[in-house]
């Protein structure tokens, strides 16, 4: 059995102004990201984090596998004042955020599957998930963030696309020393979105992105399509290239797979 999270190990290694600066810590829970939602009194920064969640919610109505101690849930609570339209690319700031975290501990390059996942050698190890609740008074907004840290076992179903930083590193990681990087990380790149927009993070973005410069199937409610894709633009929509010219994806409701597996 893994160990616990020890919250006070987690505070000595942040290195931000307010991400995580009150952290609540649940050895079970539905959600983090209910738990979240159903604080919002809480300061901007909060930070819910638990061992375990029953209910582990993903995009797309997914569920989230959430095994005990072996994987990192957690959700900030923000409050940005920033125009509703502009809060999904919070979600893209998140995953960037992730990416170049797992990246200073990880020996396996790690990359951003458009518009959020985190991938090592074209598997899944990190999801997000961004809620916005509307308050008569401030937006609220919910990062959930999952990752599959000393996970041995996936279901047969997942296998194929999911996978864990001890599978493909071979050893075991700090969970306090990730989610410390993962929220130091994100603040820094939080505040340059606040102030300068995505657009400020666009390259960056760009150069971790594993879903360009390849074919990729393009699924949404209505229809099912390829294309190739070309690039991110400044909004951090996905560009792709059609008989009749180039388009710009939004993430909302579109799933974007390789041709050939996952990425
Ligand atoms: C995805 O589908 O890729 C998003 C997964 C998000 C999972 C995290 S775990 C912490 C937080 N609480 C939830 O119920 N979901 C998010």
């Not at 539905?30 to 939602?37: I, Q, V």
């Not at 339209?85 to 020996?107: D, F, H, R, W, Y």
């Not at 809620?131 to 609220?140: A, K, V, Y």
Request: glycine share 6%; with cysteine; hydrophobic share 35%.
């Amino acid at each position: 059995m893994e160990e616990k999270l020890s919250v006070s190990k987690i505070k000595s290694k942040l290195n931000t102004e307010f991400f995580g600066r009150k952290i609540h810590h649940f050895s079970v829970t539905d959600s983090t990201n209910s738990l979240a939602k159903e604080n919002p009194q809480e300061p901007d920064g909060t930070v819910f984090i638990a061992e375990k969640q029953l209910k582990g919610r993903g995009r797309l109505s997914r569920e989230w596998l959430s095994e005990q101690s072996e994987g990192i849930y957690m959700s900030v609570l923000l409050k940005p004042s920033i125009p509703p339209e502009q809060i999904p690319k919070i979600t893209l700031v998140a995953g960037l955020s992730a990416t170049v975290a797992l990246n200073k501990i990880s020996s396996e390059n790690v990359l951003i599957k458009w518009p959020n996942d985190c991938v090592i050698n074209g598997k899944k190890i990190c999801g997000i998930l961004t809620e916005l609740s509307c308050l008569p008074s401030e937006n609220t907004v919910t990062v959930g963030i999952g990752i599959n840290v000393n996970n041995t076992l996936f279901p047969k179903d997942l296998k194929s696309k999911a996978t864990s930083l001890l599978l493909e590193t071979g050893r075991t990681y700090s969970r306090e020393d990730i989610v410390s990087l993962i929220l130091s990380e994100f603040e820094k790149r939080y505040i340059i979105f606040l102030n300068q927009g995505f657009s400020a993070l666009a390259a960056e973005y760009s150069r971790l992105c594993v879903t360009l410069d390849r074919e990729v199937e393009i699924i949404s409610p209505s229809e099912r399509y390829t294309a190739y894709a070309s690039g991110i633009d400044s909004e951090g929509r996905l560009l792709i290239n059609l008989s009749d010219g180039v388009k710009a994806i939004d993430s909302g409701e579109v799933s974007v797979r390789g041709i050939l597996g996952y990425v």
